[in-house]
Each structure stands twice: as structure tokens, then as C-alpha cells.
């Protein structure tokens, strides 16, 4: 079975309603299992075929971007708690896979998805490699906020690398997305549309605020298109996880 990266969240507090939890990473290959003998809330994010083309110019950069396992198979979540919320799973792997398909072509030149292992020679045209990673996830459901609708925070880390796994820049960047309950039929439907919404201001976001991330803008001013093929290609083999 793939392993999947998971976030399990607990109560700690009234921030947020109840649903600010502090986050700790686990990697279980069960999960599943024990959710569906549980009668749990299993949400399979519906991937995100749809999105407005970005108004910009596509950056003169030469992108390698790196999908780690975890990312790929990412689930969030939550056990049962004291409010009676059922234990419920948001499986966001292909989902947020499927979104930045979309929206990194329109951000750069030319883009390149690496595999692990990847020889040096086959990477030694790009300029940069791009790491993304989720390191937090909440939501929120009628049951546990005043409002009827449901919420869903994402906060996300990206990584700039240099071909030698260096860090070119590093920040984080939250999405949020909500969806009333109003016309839904069941709490899977409100929960998988509100962690779309909340993708798609990601993609945004992300197309809005590369440039505006002020080591990638110093990176942009002094050091595309200064490096000879020749240096590229010496680097050796690099882990980017």
C-alpha cells in the first residue's frame, strides 16, 4: 500500500472556534482501514480541471518542480472529537497534482516535473527547482462554527533550490476556501468543493506572489541566464526531499 503523508489534528483550544488544533505529522500506511470500519468521512478532493489562464507573461525561467510521495499522496485527518464530528479523511494528492499542472506553465517558460534519482545531465538546462509542500490543514463544519458553511485553511511551504540543493528562497503561503451548505447534499460534497476553493486560491496566489517573494525577485534580477551550461552540468545527483 502507498504510504501517505497524513496530518492528524486534536482540540487545544477555542482559537478559531474549535477548530485551531496544533498539527503533528505522521506516516501511516492504515489509515484508510481503520476510517472505513469507523464509519468515517472519507473525501477524495475532486482535481482541479478548471482554471482562469493568468494574465501574466510567463517568466524567461527554465523550471524543474519536485512532487515528493508525501505530496503526491497527501491526507489530512481529524479523529472523532468531544463536539461528535465524525473521524473524516481529505485525500488532496492528485487534486493539488492537478493544479499546479495548470498554473506552472503559465508562471514559467518551461517546466519540468523531476523524478527522484534523476541524473544530473537531464536536469542541467533548468534554472531552479521548485519543492512544494503542505505543512498545515484545518476545517471547519456547521456542526463547530456559527455560520452555515464550510471551511478549509491549507498552509503551504515552497522551496527554491539551486541545482545543487541549495536554498535560492524559502516562504509560506496560506489558502483558504468555503462553501455554504445551501444546494449540497451531503457533507463529502460541501467539504471537497471548499478544499477546491481553497486550491484555487493557492493557484492564484501563487501566480500573483512568485515574483513578489523578495529572494526570488533578487534571483530573478542577478542570476537567470548567468550560468553557462557547461557549470550546470556538473552537479552532481541531489535529493530534494
Same mark, same amino acid.
Given at each position: 500500500?502507498?504510504?501517505?503523508?497524513?496530518?492528524?489534528?486534536?482540540?487545544? =483550544?477555542?482559537?478559531? =472556534?474549535?477548530?485551531?488544533?496544533?498539527?503533528?505529522?505522521?506516516?501511516?500506511?492504515?489509515?484508510?482501514?481503520?476510517?472505513?470500519?469507523? =464509519?468515517?468521512?472519507?473525501?477524495?478532493? $475532486?482535481?482541479?480541471? *478548471?482554471?482562469?489562464?493568468?494574465?501574466? *507573461?510567463?517568466?524567461?525561467?527554465?523550471? =524543474?518542480? #519536485?512532487?515528493?510521495? /508525501?505530496?503526491?499522496?497527501?491526507?489530512? #485527518?481529524?479523529?472523532?472529537?468531544?463536539?461528535?464530528?465524525?473521524?473524516?479523511?481529505?485525500?488532496?494528492? +492528485? $487534486?493539488?497534482?492537478?493544479?499546479? +499542472?495548470?498554473?506552472?506553465?503559465?508562471?514559467?517558460?518551461?517546466?519540468?516535473? &523531476?523524478?527522484?534519482? *534523476?541524473?544530473?545531465?537531464?536536469?542541467?538546462? &533548468?534554472?531552479?527547482?521548485?519543492?512544494?509542500?503542505?505543512? %498545515?490543514?484545518?476545517?471547519?463544519?456547521?456542526?463547530?462554527?456559527?455560520?452555515?458553511?464550510? +471551511?478549509?485553511?491549507?498552509?503551504?511551504?515552497?522551496?527554491?533550490?539551486?541545482?545543487?540543493?541549495?536554498?535560492?528562497?524559502?516562504?509560506?503561503?496560506?489558502?483558504?476556501?468555503?462553501?455554504?451548505?445551501? @444546494?449540497?447534499?451531503?457533507?463529502?460534497?460541501?467539504?471537497? @468543493? $471548499?478544499?477546491?476553493?481553497?486550491?484555487? %486560491?493557492?493557484?492564484? $496566489?501563487?501566480?500573483?506572489?512568485?515574483?513578489?517573494?523578495? +529572494?526570488?525577485?533578487?534571483?530573478?534580477?542577478?542570476?537567470?541566464? /548567468?550560468?553557462?551550461?557547461? %557549470?550546470?552540468?556538473?552537479? *552532481?545527483?541531489?535529493?530534494?526531499?
Amino acid at each position: 500500500m502507498r504510504s501517505t503523508q497524513t496530518i492528524r489534528k486534536e482540540k487545544t =483550544g477555542p482559537a478559531r =472556534g474549535t477548530i485551531s488544533r496544533m498539527c503533528r505529522l505522521i506516516f501511516t500506511g492504515t489509515a484508510f482501514a481503520c476510517l472505513a470500519a469507523c =464509519g468515517a468521512t472519507e473525501v477524495q478532493v $475532486a482535481p482541479v480541471f *478548471e482554471f482562469p489562464t493568468p494574465l501574466v *507573461e510567463p517568466l524567461p525561467v527554465h523550471m =524543474g518542480v #519536485y512532487y515528493s510521495e /508525501n505530496f503526491r499522496n497527501f491526507t489530512y #485527518y481529524e479523529s472523532k472529537d468531544a463536539q461528535g464530528i465524525d473521524d473524516t479523511s481529505i485525500q488532496m494528492g +492528485e $487534486a493539488q497534482i492537478s493544479l499546479f +499542472e495548470k498554473i506552472l506553465p503559465s508562471v514559467f517558460d518551461q517546466v519540468q516535473v &523531476l523524478q527522484r534519482g *534523476e541524473s544530473a545531465s537531464s536536469r542541467a538546462h &533548468l534554472d531552479a527547482v521548485l519543492v512544494p509542500q503542505i505543512i %498545515d490543514v484545518e476545517y471547519s463544519v456547521p456542526q463547530t462554527n456559527k455560520a452555515k458553511i464550510y +471551511e478549509v485553511w491549507i498552509k503551504y511551504k515552497f522551496d527554491l533550490l539551486a541545482l545543487d540543493g541549495s536554498s535560492i528562497a524559502s516562504w509560506t503561503m496560506p489558502a483558504y476556501g468555503k462553501t455554504p451548505t445551501a @444546494l449540497l447534499k451531503s457533507s463529502k460534497e460541501a467539504i471537497n @468543493l $471548499a478544499s477546491v476553493m481553497a486550491l484555487r %486560491d493557492c493557484g492564484a $496566489a501563487f501566480v500573483t506572489g512568485f515574483t513578489r517573494v523578495p +529572494e526570488v525577485a533578487q534571483w530573478l534580477d542577478t542570476s537567470i541566464g /548567468n550560468a553557462a551550461p557547461a %557549470d550546470r552540468i556538473k552537479q *552532481e545527483e541531489v535529493s530534494y526531499e
